[in-house]
């Protein structure tokens, strides 16, 4: 008797655990967030990188902007070596935009430019 309840105890908890995963999935698609990764060229120090920043996370619909360079000798960041993750609603704006507003931030001195690298 003790061993049926245990079991049927088990049994609920998977179900429940099941039951959450697929209720979490609806979340995520209502949400109907994207994100792409977008290699940046023409960065050189730190003040491109909020140039950019500043410009993707500008973009109507853009939630998120994480940049992220490469590095040179174990702790210099080498500039050249860029990509950004960019998580935005798909209704509002798409890659073109971001790939516009990286080129918008482009400054006598510095031209940025972005190319999509994932969807
Ligand atoms: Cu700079």
Redesign the pocket.
Known sequence: MREWIGRSVLIMAVMIMLGQTGAHDVAAVSQGSQTVTLDIEG?????????VKGSLAKVPGVSTVEITVGKKWVFFSD?ADARALVTFDPQKTGVDALVKAVEAASSP??AYKARVLEK
């Open positions: 960065m050189t120090c730190g003040a491109c990188v909020k140039d500039y001195l510095s």
